[in-house]
């Protein structure tokens, strides 16, 4: 069966240090990779999409990798933030010619001072 | 201001009254979406829509129906609510499945 994991429920890392958070899918073929953040009892807003071709792409202090063969996107936040403290999820399309998008669960990110 | 608004933010209501949670986005998007979101179980899509007159089910649709008559809105129809039907419920709107998604504030709704 299809399956999202976002490998932690929650991450506690400290202010200034880089958050890295994984997106692992099994029996998908997305052709894009979708990050979000939420924040408490509030819409998720998006942040970046990356296509199945490209590795990497980044955006001020946020990078987003891409890895077709071990099935996997890395989200990295470098320079931290208090501000920064929230979940993240990231979503992708069932398959190709689906318009059904999937949601990871999420992994909260705790930035402590 | 470019927006997806969704009415009520908030309901109480008990259960089998039928009740609908309206949606309307203004950035003449085509693909409309709802979802459901639980503690522990995430963010699951309910219902899409890629256009006028164009729906189909999500990963949880049972309990639930939709319409989109106009580009413009798509409303959550709850026929029989139910206590397991109690979630916090996203509207969102994009050009397309795979493009940035934008979400409404939320509904929380509560079923006794």
């Known amino acids: 069966s299809q399956k999202i994991e976002q490998n932690s429920e929650a991450l506690n890392i400290q202010e200034g240090k880089t958050a890295t958070l994984t997106c692992n899918y099994t029996n998908y073929s997305p052709a894009y990779l979708q990050w979000y953040r939420q924040d408490p009892g509030r819409g998720p807003v998006f942040l970046l999409l990356i296509r199945e071709n490209e590795k990497e792409k980044r955006k001020e202090r946020l990078k987003v990798t891409f890895d077709t063969t071990l099935k996997q996107s890395l989200f990295h936040i470098t320079a931290s933030q208090p501000a920064d403290s929230a979940t993240y999820l990231c979503?992708?399309?069932?398959?190709?010619?689906?318009?059904?998008?999937?949601f990871g669960k999420g992994t909260k990110l705790s930035v402590i001072p | 201001e470019a927006q997806v608004t969704q009415n009520p933010r908030y309901l109480i209501t008990v259960t089998g009254k039928k009740l609908t949670v309206t949606c309307s986005q203004n950035?003449?998007?085509?693909?409309m979406s709802w979802y459901r979101q639980d503690p522990g179980l995430g963010l699951r899509q309910i219902y899409y829509?890629?256009?006028?007159?164009?729906?189909d089910k999500g990963d949880v649709p049972e309990g639930y129906k939709v319409s989109r008559k106009e580009k413009r809105n798509f409303p959550l129809i709850l026929e029989s609510p139910s206590p397991n039907q109690t979630s916090l419920y996203f509207c969102?709107?994009?050009?397309?499945?795979?493009?940035?998604?934008?979400f409404g504030p939320g509904t929380r709704l509560t079923v006794l």
């Open positions: 829509s890629m256009n006028v007159e164009v729906t």
């Open positions: 950035m003449n998007h085509e693909y």
């Open positions: 979503a992708l399309l069932s398959g190709a010619g689906s318009y059904q998008l999937t």
């Open positions: 969102a709107s994009s050009f397309r499945p795979a493009g940035e998604q934008f």
